[in-house]
């Protein structure tokens, strides 16, 4: 590849070479997501006039309609002087394209070039949904190439969201407790993400959906001001998310319903297009679910405790590892004391018995920070960006706790302005700390 000079020349100088290229091609900015450059094919298909038009936007604002950063980007496995080659069907402009993808580094800056050749037999309809089993094929693709099942739901939401041309994807689980939460979420340019809205949302909400569900029927709302009586439970809810329109389809794993998805505001004459593709892929997304769940479990089982819940030594040795530098933390090391009496005594039973008291105190004033059994009768409270009068404070609420439930645990604490940089010194100091309360602790019981 020709190497490309900066020096003192316009971006449109430095890439005018690729003006008539028969290939599309479009340089991104890789630091700030900002598109560099389009060639006139590439402008054609994206219906863009003029560079002037997407100035100052982000790649996936203006090639993707997206309001996020793509969750398929390979920006991080890029490297100078290597093309990164692939096939992919692009939602957007509705063709499957092999695209050869490199960094050019100039004058401190790195950019994303990316040529694509058009690999489609015949295009399809820029606004067409006629073919489903292109579509399908490649919305499994791109999600089982993703490393992990959790970025397999992410990733295959955004390409519905952006196949379907609609304003929002998502997919709502049931909780134990029967709420609902919004679980995956991708929005199109300029609309408001609501995820964080929708958490525990009341299934009576969509009491009604889950009677057509039941019946095997789908949901579509064609017009929301058209449910405002019949519906008013939904209608308060969709409302004021700027919600016309929207397609949902259950998800259903061994005859039950655990949840549903769809998209918001989807063009009105493909609606009925559209529930077929959401039939057909619902099957694969509870598998997903599924294998997620399995590996949450397993993950569970390798950092959590199990007679307390709280994390393991495994567990705190990767939250060590992840946490930053320049914050302050603050570290207690807490020994429950007495255990070995009460189960050579009372059995195991009343034992597992005060390490649970135990750890409900812990959690009674420390629930908000990281809390970790790492032995026997030993756990560990690591506090990040808390202040050291707050860290005494929530010491002290600890202790009334303990004497409420009677359980004594011998403590020691210290606090440090940066603690991840001293972070093995720290914990020791905490440690001996602690041991010398046990000390006096046992010193205590001898007198008595």
């Not at 900066?6 to 690729?18: G, H, K, N, P, V």
Request: charged fraction near 30%; aromatic fraction near 8%.
């Amino acid at each position: 590849m020709k190497k490309v000079e900066f020096s003192d020349r316009t971006a449109a100088d430095i890439w005018e070479l690729y003006e008539e290229l028969k290939e599309i091609v479009y340089v991104v900015d890789i630091d700030s997501h900002e598109l560099v450059y389009m060639n006139r094919l590439a402008r054609e298909l994206y219906g863009i006039k003029s560079m002037e038009e997407v100035k100052d936007k982000k790649c996936f604002e203006a090639l993707m309609g997206s309001s996020m950063p793509c969750t398929t980007c390979n920006n991080k496995k890029l490297c100078p002087g290597s093309f990164a080659e692939e096939v992919r069907y692009n939602p957007v402009i509705k063709k499957k394209l092999a695209i050869k993808d490199t960094i050019i580094e100039e004058n401190g800056k790195r950019y994303r070039f990316e040529l694509a050749v058009d690999l489609s037999a015949c295009e399809l309809q820029s606004r067409g949904y006629e073919d489903n089993e292109v579509m399908v094929n490649e919305g499994l693709r791109i999600s089982m190439a993703a490393p992990t099942s959790e970025e397999s739901l992410a990733v295959l939401t955004e390409y519905l969201g952006q196949s379907l041309n609609s304003e929002r994807a998502y997919i709502f689980e049931e909780n134990k407790d029967g709420t609902l939460d919004n679980t995956y979420e991708w929005c199109a340019k300029g609309v408001l993400p609501q995820k964080e809205n929708l958490q525990s949302v009341s299934i009576q909400v969509v009491e009604f959906w889950y009677e057509k569900f039941l019946k095997g029927k789908n949901v579509i709302i064609k017009n929301v001001e058209g449910i405002k009586d019949s519906d008013q439970a939904v209608y308060e809810y969709l409302k004021p998310q700027n919600i016309q329109s929207l397609v949902v389809y259950p998800l259903i794993s061994e005859k039950k319903i655990i949840g549903f998805y769809g998209v918001d505001n989807p063009p009105e004459e493909f609606l009925e297009n559209i529930m077929t593709l959401l039939q057909i892929l619902g099957h694969f997304i509870v598998a997903l679910i599924q294998r997620r769940n399995y590996v949450r479990r397993l993950e569970e089982l390798c950092f959590m405790d199990q007679l307390t819940e709280i994390g393991n030594r495994h567990a705190m040795n990767d939250y060590i590892d992840r946490m930053q530098e320049e914050k302050p933390v603050g570290i207690l090391y807490c020994d429950v004391m007495g255990l070995k009496k009460i189960n050579d005594t009372k059995g195991h039973r009343e034992g597992d018995e005060l390490l649970m008291r135990a750890s409900q105190c812990l959690k009674e004033a420390f629930g908000d920070y990281e809390l970790f059994r790492i032995g026997g009768d030993e756990f560990l409270v690591l506090c990040e960006e808390i202040g050291e009068e707050t860290l005494q404070e929530r010491i002290q609420t600890l202790k009334n706790h303990m004497q409420e439930k009677n359980a004594c645990m011998a403590l020691g604490c210290v606090w440090h302005r940066e603690g991840r940089k001293d972070m093995d010194r720290l914990l020791k100091e905490a440690d001996d700390r602690m041991y010398e309360d046990k000390r006096t602790w046992y010193a205590r019981e001898a007198e008595n």
